[in-house]
């Protein structure tokens, strides 16, 4: 039988119906056999008592051979229940003496008694189902005293026993089959709202705020459903952001070839350019038109010239830097001494925190490389600020080091946090800005394992917060290495 054919309901039904049938029909079967055994018991012990109570009166006439008495005492005992059919006297020889039967003895009962021998005899007769009951008289000498009772009390009480068994299987039946309908259906409904939701995905998606009830199976098969769905997600959300980065890498690369090619056409005009201004600004005779314009163009010459290493650093990001361990406070000791300079005379509250002790394994000019594009843009963000502030701290985990910068600026909107990375993206006015310095250290730091990062989380400062991300090492490369390998915290 192919299970596939059939519904829960469906199997249900049947199965239960069979063990229902198979459970009543033994029950029905051994109650009514049990039933009609003892009534027959019953029926046989009532004919022996009363044919030996008849025997007691057979002796006297029996001795001395006086019929009428016999066929009297007979007639008399015949009488005496309901259920005694024929009473009948036979002598050691099988001769009959006396009997009963308003006329002549039955054939059929004297051939019945030639081919069957016992004391119990059954048999049907046009008077209904006969017992008969052989009493010995005298021990068999005097020869035997058959009784014969009306079994159709027997028969009609099995009867009923057995049409109150079919009905009670009727009944049973019928409650089976609807309490089976509840329970295929409380056990169908949860599989089909499974069902539907397996049809449904991925455009409906079920969630663990709206489980499918019903057995632990079901449920359990439901929770891994969801789970599974979960996973789905995330794989999903995985193999886009992988996706992103591809593109993201890919267009890079491109970039990175136009940038190498614009930096080498014109680093070496510009180099001539300076060059000559240089020899110009040496000349005694300069006008004083000159002198107003030349630093002007040194300045523009100079700005061409850094968007130019810039652009050949986004070009190289990634082949010139190598990994080492390096204790946080240290590096974060150097990009102070590199950033203090830069904002000397302006009114910033610049804080370190240099409590963290522990070790990153980062590109040393990669790192400071990013520290001081953060610094320096979190400068610019907090000028107009009612209170200028910058905070630089470090945290540490099991597997990575972080450097935290916050600011008390404005703020990045939600809407420029996924562009701010962009190769050539800036918010800074024409000419402020090339829009590089965080897409290359952000490179930079991807090339050994690091990143750059524009937080969630909101500032304590109230502006925007940037985490550089390095992995954690063990032990560092600078002088006093064995104190380093120990700064764990």
């Known amino acids: 039988m192919t299970l596939g054919r059939w519904s829960l309901d469906q199997l249900l039904i049947l199965v239960g119906g069979c063990l229902m049938y198979a459970a009543f029909l033994a029950i029905g079967a051994y109650v009514t056999t049990s039933v009609s055994a003892l009534l027959e018991q019953e029926l046989s012990a009532k004919g022996r008592t009363i044919a030996r109570v008849v025997s007691q009166e057979l002796l006297d006439p029996l001795l001395v051979e006086d019929r009428l008495k016999l066929h009297d005492i007979l007639r008399r005992a015949a009488a005496t229940s309901n259920d005694l059919r024929y009473l009948c006297i036979q002598d ?24 069957t021998r016992g004391e119990t005899i059954r048999f049907n007769s046009d008077q209904g189902p006969i017992l008969e009951v052989a009493e010995p008289l005298w021990e068999g000498e005097a020869g035997v005293l058959r009784a014969g009772f009306t079994r159709s009390r027997v028969v009609d009480t099995t009867y009923r026993l057995k049409a109150g068994v079919g009905i009670a299987f009727f009944c049973a039946s019928i409650a089976l089959f609807w309490g089976l309908r509840l329970v295929a259906n409380r056990v169908r409904r949860p599989l089909r709202l499974l069902e539907h939701q397996l049809s449904s995905f991925p455009q409906e998606r079920p969630t663990g705020d709206s489980p499918v009830t019903g057995t ?53 005009p510009l180099d001539g350019m300076q060059e000559c201004l240089a020899y110009l600004n040496e000349d005694p005779d300069v006008s004083e038109r000159a002198l107003k314009y030349y630093p002007m163009l040194q300045s523009g010459l100079e700005r061409i010239g850094h968007t130019m290493h810039q652009m050949l650093g986004f070009a190289r990001s990634g082949e010139r830097f190598a990994a080492e361990p390096y204790p946080v406070r240290e590096m974060m000791e150097a990009l102070a001494l590199l950033v203090t300079p830069r904002l ?71 809407e420029l946090a996924a562009k701010i990375f962009e190769p050539f993206y800036t918010t800074r006015a024409l000419g402020k800005g090339t829009g590089l310095g965080l897409s290359v250290s952000r490179e930079a730091l991807r090339a050994v394992g690091g990143d750059l990062e524009l937080s969630e989380s909101p500032s304590s400062l109230g502006g925007a917060m940037f985490v550089i991300r390095t992995p954690r090492a063990g032990c560092c490369s600078s002088p006093g290495s064995e104190e380093c390998c120990n700064a764990t915290a």
């Open 344 to 414: 000397e005379g302006r009114r910033i509250d610049l804080t370190w925190d240099l409590t963290r002790t522990c070790v990153c394994h980062c590109d040393r000019e990669a790192f400071s490389q990013a520290g001081l594009n953060l610094i320096l843009n979190a400068a610019e963000a907090v000028e107009g600020a009612p209170t200028a502030t910058i905070k630089v701290r470090a945290e540490c985990d099991p597997n990575s080091v972080f450097m935290i910068v916050e600011d008390s600026g404005p703020g990045v909107p939600q």
């Open 216 to 268: 632990k199976e079901v449920q359990a098969l439901s929770q891994q459903f969801v789970e599974m769905t979960e996973r789905l997600d995330t794989l999903e959300h995985e193999r886009t952001v992988t996706q992103q980065r591809l593109i993201h890498t890919e267009r890079l690369a491109a970039l990175g070839e136009l940038a190498a090619g614009l930096a080498h056409e014109i680093h070496n």
């Open 92 to 115: 050691g020889s099988g001769k009959v003496l006396a009997h009963t039967f308003p006329k002549a003895l039955p054939t059929t009962l004297r051939e019945l008694w030639q081919t």
